[in-house]
C-alpha cells in the first residue's frame, strides 16, 4: 500500500514554512526539465530509476490526458524544472508539497508550484506506482490547490496510477476500507475515521471506486472534475462536489445511483457492469453492519449516518412480507434504495419487502449541502412491521407485487426532510417511541 503524506502536509500547510529537504548533490534529466536530489551520494545511482518513470508518467498524464504540466518554481530547487527529492523525510514514503502560492492571477486558476519527496527505501516493484500517483498531485498543485476534499486528491490520484500502470493493480488495499464504512459519507476522509472513531482506514483511497462509478456512468474522468472546479479565488467555488453535480447533472442523483451499485460490487455476475474488472473479488464487498429481522422493535445502525453517506440494513424476511420504516434527524434530506430491485424509492411510497435484501437509506445533507461544508453525523432510526397487503380479488390469479421499477430502472431523486409515516396502525404505538428519539449530534 502506498504511503502518501501529501494530504498530511496540506491541512498543515499554513503551519508550516516552505522548507525544502536537505541535499548534497543532484543530477539532471539528460531527456527532460527533471531535477533529482539526494539526502546521500549513494542513491544518486536511484535517480536515474526516478526519470524514465516520471517521465512515462508526464507522457500519460499531462501529453496524453491533457493536465496542466507542473508549475515552474522560478528556480528554487536550481532550474525552472520539476524537483525530485530522494530524502527520509518521506518517512517510508512520499509526497508532493508546494508554497500554496498561486503564481499567476490572470490564468482564472489557483496554480501553484511544487515538489516531489521519496523515500529512498521505496523498491523498484513499487516506484511506478508512487511515482504515479504523486506526480499527479504535482498537476493537481497546478490546477486547483485550495482544494480541501481528501477524496478530491486522493481518489484521482490512485485513479491515474491505476490508470498509468493498470499492470500494477492497487486497489486491493484501499477498496476494503472504503467499504468497510459506507456511513462515513463520500467526501469523508481517514482523519475522521481516526480521530472520531480510532478506525485505521484508506478511505480516500478506495473511494476511487466513486470516480471510477462517475466515469463509467456519466463519462466523467477526474481531470473532467478538477478542470470544472478550478477557480480564480481562495473562496473555493466551484469545489469538488460542484463538480460532481456538473458531470453528472445533479449529485443527489449520482450519489443515490452509486448507492445502489455499491452493494453488488465484487459479487460476480451480480456486480455492476463497470466494477467487473477492476473489483473482481470478495475483497472489493460491502457488508452492511446492520441486520433487521425482528417486527416492531425500533434499532439504530451501529454508526450514525453522515451527510452523503449511506446506512445499510441487512433485512431478514420470514414467511410474512414486512414494511420497512425509518426515521432521521429532520436537519437533513433522507432517501431509501433498494439495490436488488434497482429502486430508488419515491417519498411517500412504502417499502414492502418479500424476500431478504439490503435496504440502504442514505443521507443527502441540509437542503443547499455545499461541498465545503462540514460533514455531521445524524441520527436514524429504523424498524419493521408486519406488511398490510391489499386483498387478492382473484381477478388475475397473481399474488400483490411492489410497483416499484424493475431492476436498473432507477426512479428520480426521492429525498425527504421528513420521517417516513408509519402505518395507521402503528402511528399511536409509535408516536411514545418517535418522542424519545435521540438528539442529532
Not at 467499504?179 to 475515521?193: A, F, I, N, R, T
Request: glycine fraction near 8%.
Amino acid at each position: 500500500m502506498l504511503h502518501c503524506k501529501t494530504m498530511a502536509l496540506l491541512s498543515a500547510a499554513w503551519l508550516l514554512p516552505d522548507q525544502r529537504p536537505d541535499a548534497v548533490e543532484y543530477v539532471d534529466d539528460t531527456e527532460s526539465e527533471l531535477r533529482c536530489h539526494v539526502q546521500s551520494i549513494e542513491d544518486l545511482d536511484r535517480c536515474e530509476a526516478v526519470f524514465p518513470v516520471v517521465r512515462d508518467a508526464w507522457a500519460t498524464q499531462v501529453d496524453g490526458w491533457g493536465w496542466y504540466p507542473p508549475v515552474p518554481d522560478d528556480g528554487v530547487g536550481g532550474t525552472d524544472g520539476f524537483d525530485i527529492y530522494i530524502h527520509t523525510d518521506a518517512e517510508g514514503g512520499a509526497y508532493v508539497v508546494g508554497p500554496y502560492i498561486d503564481v499567476d492571477r490572470t490564468d482564472d486558476r489557483m496554480a501553484s508550484s511544487s515538489y516531489m519527496v521519496i523515500d529512498p527505501s521505496i523498491s523498484d516493484e513499487e516506484l511506478p506506482l508512487y511515482l504515479a500517483h504523486e506526480f499527479n498531485h504535482a498537476l493537481q498543485f497546478a490546477t486547483d490547490f485550495t482544494e480541501p476534499t481528501y477524496v478530491a486528491w486522493e481518489a484521482s490520484a490512485t485513479w491515474a496510477e491505476e490508470a498509468t500502470y493498470p499492470e500494477l493493480s492497487d486497489l486491493r488495499y484501499g477498496v476494503p476500507s472504503f467499504q468497510e464504512v459506507p456511513w462515513v459519507g463520500l467526501l469523508g476522509d481517514s482523519d475522521l475515521l481516526w480521530n472520531r472513531f480510532q478506525i485505521w482506514s484508506y478511505f480516500e483511497y478506495g473511494a476511487v471506486m466513486w470516480l471510477h462509478h462517475v466515469e463509467a456512468t456519466y463519462g466523467a474522468t477526474p481531470l473532467d472534475l478538477w478542470m470544472s472546479m478550478t477557480n480564480p479565488t481562495w473562496d473555493n467555488e466551484p469545489d469538488f462536489l460542484d463538480a460532481i453535480d456538473a458531470a453528472t447533472g445533479g449529485w443527489e442523483q449520482a450519489v443515490l445511483q452509486f448507492a445502489l451499485e455499491r452493494p453488488f460490487v465484487g459479487r460476480g455476475d451480480e456486480a455492476p457492469e463497470w466494477s467487473r474488472a477492476a473489483y473482481d473479488g470478495d475483497w472489493a464487498r460491502m457488508r452492511p453492519e446492520d441486520e433487521l429481522s425482528a417486527l416492531d422493535e425500533m434499532s439504530a445502525p451501529t454508526h450514525a449516518t453522515y451527510d452523503l453517506g449511506t446506512a445499510y440494513f441487512l433485512v431478514n424476511v420470514g414467511e410474512v412480507p414486512v414494511e420497512f420504516h425509518y426515521d432521521g434527524a429532520s436537519a437533513v434530506r433522507w432517501a431509501v434504495v433498494l439495490p436488488a430491485q434497482g429502486h430508488i424509492v419515491e417519498d411517500g411510497e412504502a417499502i414492502i419487502l418479500e424476500e431478504s435484501q439490503i435496504v440502504g437509506v442514505v443521507n443527502l445533507g441540509p437542503e443547499g449541502f455545499d461541498g465545503d461544508d462540514t460533514i455531521r453525523p445524524r441520527d436514524l432510526e429504523v424498524w419493521l412491521t408486519e406488511a398490510e397487503l391489499p386483498a387478492d380479488t382473484g381477478d388475475t390469479g397473481d399474488a400483490w407485487v411492489d410497483t416499484g421499477e424493475t431492476p436498473g430502472g432507477g426512479k428520480g431523486c426521492a429525498c425527504s426532510a421528513r420521517a417516513q409515516a408509519p402505518s395507521p396502525a402503528w402511528a399511536l404505538a409509535l408516536l411514545g417511541l418517535l418522542a424519545l428519539r435521540r438528539r442529532e449530534r
